[in-house]
Antibody
């Protein structure tokens, strides 16, 4: 059974940093690209970043480029999102989502999400 | 960036109704479109990928169509479990973009 479990969310002050993790199980992790998608309270879905199966290609939304870094450790079946210079508008539930293939695909499984709150 | 526009934003319907939701892309995305269902407090669930392919385990009451810039999600006979918010997403190019969502409410 495919499982994605996010962790690392919490309350952080503006300008602070946080590192999210997504632990994957039930599938060959390196064969799938992985995504981070967020949802601000009461708002729609916003794609944040994705990384190819072997980690050689990454993409970011303009809203986080230069502040967030996506990475993965295929030996540990884990996906990460390092978030620096956090702003109030980064407050959201952050979901990790599996891509169907190693790159260029839609998603098929999502985690339950982890809440990040940026506030003083 | 490719803009995705859904209509309507809210849809009121009754059990048993056939409903359709439209998603328009600001430029051609071929068939690289997915549809998601989301219920309050839950993660999105994939319904359709590649515009018309039904995700495994999803009810056949859901169907997708379209290509290029105009796409449709149809629910053939609305059931109580279908009241939710629906999103389209293009994955033709980066940044991946979502529509703003369509909330399907009970009439």
């Amino acid at each position: 059974e495919v499982q994605l479990v996010e962790s690392g969310g919490g309350l952080v002050q503006p300008g602070g940093s946080l590192r999210l993790s997504c632990e994957a199980s039930g599938f060959t992790f390196s064969s799938h690209e992985m995504n981070w998608v967020r949802q601000a309270p009461g708002k729609g879905l916003e794609w944040v970043s994705d990384i190819s199966g072997i980690g050689d290609t990454v993409y970011y939304a303009d809203s986080v480029k230069g502040r967030f870094t996506i990475s993965r450790d295929n030996a540990k079946n884990s996906l990460y999102l390092q978030m620096n210079s956090l702003r109030a508008e980064d407050t959201a539930v952050y979901y990790c989502a599996r891509g169907k293939y190693a790159s260029g695909s839609s998603t098929d499984y999502w985690g339950q999400g982890t809440l990040v709150t940026v506030s003083s | 960036d490719i803009q995705m526009t859904q209509s309507p934003s809210t849809l009121s319907a009754s059990i048993g109704d056939r409903v359709t939701i439209t998603c328009r892309a600001s430029q051609s995305i071929s068939s690289w479109l997915a549809w998601y269902q989301q219920k309050p407090g839950k993660a999105p669930k994939v319904l359709i990928y590649k515009a018309s392919s039904l995700e495994s385990g999803v009810s056949s009451r859901f169907s997708g169509s379209g290509s290029g810039t105009e796409f449709t999600l149809a629910i053939s006979s609305l059931q109580p479990d279908d009241f939710a918010t629906y999103y389209c997403q293009q994955y033709d190019s980066h940044p991946r973009t979502f529509g703003q969502g369509t909330k399907v409410e009970i009439k």
